[in-house]
C-alpha cells in the first residue's frame, strides 16, 4: 500500500496507525499547493478532491478520508484494540470521537491555515477552538486516552489535529490534560516513527 501524504497534515493520523499496526507501506508526498508529488505531475488526477490522505491499495483501489482509512487499516490488521468490534459500543465510542475531531475540531483548525481570513474572524475561531479543547482536556482528566487506558485510531487523529495548536499561536495551557496526553502520545514507538518519516521529528 502506498500513503499519500503531507509533512503534519492530517494524513499524519493514517501514517501513525500504520506504523501501530506494522502493515508495510511506501509513502509519496504531495506539495498541496502546487498538487504535484514526486511520481505526478498532477495530484488530482488519483485522488479528485485534492487533499490529503490519500491510500492506494494493493489492487489499485483508493480510499479516501482519514477516518476511514483507519477503521479499514485496523480491521484489516485484526486490532480491536485500535478499532473494537463491529457491533460493540466501545467501536461506537471511537467512531463518536472521530466525528467529533472532524466537525468540531478539524475543520475549525483548517479555517485558521487559511491567510486571507481577517484577524477578527480569526479570533472569533480560534475562541471556538479552544473551548472545544478544553472540554476535550476535561474528558481526558484521569485517562491514559480517549476511550480509557488503550489508545485506539481516535488518539491518532486527536494527536494530529491538536497539534497544529502550536502553528496557529493558540496557547493551550488551561489544557493540562490535553497537553500532558500529546507528550505521552508523542512517546508512542509509532508516533515517533511518522514524526521522524515526515521530518517532523529529528
Not at 501524504?5 to 498541496?32: K, M, N, W
Request: aromatic share 10%; net charge neutral; with cysteine.
Amino acid at each position: 500500500m502506498k500513503l499519500f501524504y503531507s509533512p503534519g497534515a492530517c494524513s499524519l493520523a493514517v501514517h501513525i496507525v500504520l506504523h501501530e499496526i506494522g502493515q508495510p507501506f511506501t509513502l509519496e508526498r504531495v506539495d498541496l499547493g502546487t498538487h504535484k508529488t514526486v511520481h505526478l505531475d498532477d495530484y488530482y488526477r488519483v485522488n479528485p478532491k485534492g487533499y490529503v490522505p490519500l491510500l492506494a491499495l494493493d489492487d489499485g483501489q483508493y480510499l479516501s478520508e482519514g477516518p476511514v482509512i483507519n477503521q479499514y487499516l485496523c480491521d484489516l490488521a485484526g486490532r480491536q484494540d485500535l478499532m473494537p468490534a463491529a457491533g460493540s459500543l466501545a467501536r461506537y465510542r471511537v467512531m463518536e470521537w472521530q466525528c467529533f475531531i472532524t466537525s468540531e475540531l478539524h475543520k475549525g483548525f483548517g479555517a485558521l491555515f487559511n491567510p486571507a481570513l481577517d484577524t477578527a474572524a480569526k479570533t472569533i475561531l480560534s475562541s471556538a477552538v479552544h473551548k472545544r479543547l478544553q472540554w476535550v482536556s476535561q474528558q481526558l482528566q484521569g485517562k491514559q486516552y480517549l476511550a480509557g487506558d488503550t489508545f485506539t485510531a481516535a488518539d491518532a487523529y486527536l494527536f494530529t489535529v491538536a497539534n497544529w495548536a502550536g502553528y496557529v499561536n493558540l496557547e493551550l495551557v488551561d489544557c493540562s490534560a490535553l497537553q500532558a496526553y500529546q507528550a505521552r502520545t508523542t512517546a508512542r514507538p509509532a508516533v515517533q516513527a511518522a514524526l521522524k518519516a515526515e521530518g517532523l521529528l529529528s
